[in-house]
């Protein structure tokens, strides 16, 4: 099998999973509040203050990943962070699919059929993890997960399931930011396709130029980028 067969279906699911951020930044004064008992609630409440707080510490970061789509294929590669907005997922050199934000819109960049795919950040499940200040705490709800140092927290609009979710999943690690450390997290579109992405060998405050967040346009050039 060819990589990029196993790729870009991997990376349509991750890249355009529903348009979650979407709903969540154009929010919704109905949305049903939460019922639960005070202290229970006040308790959610700052676990959310928490994890948001954890997601904002980040400047930049570095750190493996394995993606895994519902089928249960497996790709592995690298994930740079840059705040504000900014995203690579790199999956090696041998590979035909490069997905990337620059701050503004999402990128799939596909170099075997010499194809462009573009979200603005609104319109991409990865808006909770790029902007928490405004997705996580307006739509986010903590998961119970039985055990205090893992926090699970469910971004989605109850008012507009089509535009998907993702689930966030943070264990706490003394010396991350905000002494949080993102794990995982699981995005689901709107036609049940399932995406999960692990990560792992965190490295925080890492020099990361504006540069890795470009690429070369293969409409306008057939070579892949070195």
Do not use: C
């Not at 900014?86 to 799939?108: C, E, H």
Request: hydrophobic share 35%.
């Amino acid at each position: 099998m060819k990589t990029m067969k196993l790729l870009r279906p991997l990376g349509i699911a991750f890249a355009a999973a529903g348009t979650l951020a979407l709903g969540l930044s154009l929010g919704n004064s109905n949305t049903t509040p939460s019922l639960a008992p005070p202290a229970q609630a006040q308790s959610s409440s700052a676990d959310l203050d928490r994890a948001i707080t954890a997601l904002r510490a980040i400047s930049t970061m570095k750190a493996n990943f394995n993606q895994i789509d519902r089928a249960g294929n497996t790709v592995a590669g690298t994930m740079t962070l840059k705040r504000p907005g900014k995203i690579r997922f790199d999956y090696g050199k041998d590979a035909d699919l490069l997905v990337v934000s620059n701050g503004k819109s999402l990128y799939m960049i596909d170099y075997e059929v010499n194809q462009v795919e573009r979200w603005p950040i609104k319109s991409s499940p990865l808006g909770a993890l790029l902007d928490p200040n405004r997705d996580v705490k307006q739509f986010g709800t903590l998961v119970p997960t039985g055990s205090s140092d893992v926090l699970s927290i469910d971004v989605r609009d109850p008012n507009k399931p089509e535009f998907g979710r993702i689930n966030l999943i943070f264990v706490r690690k003394p010396g991350a930011p905000g002494g949080l450390e993102l794990t995982h997290w699981v995005a689901l579109d709107a036609q049940n396709h399932r995406t999960t992405v692990r990560l792992r060998n965190h490295r925080y405050g890492v020099a990361v130029p504006d540069s890795t967040f470009t690429f070369r346009d293969p409409r306008r050039s057939s070579r892949r980028p070195g």
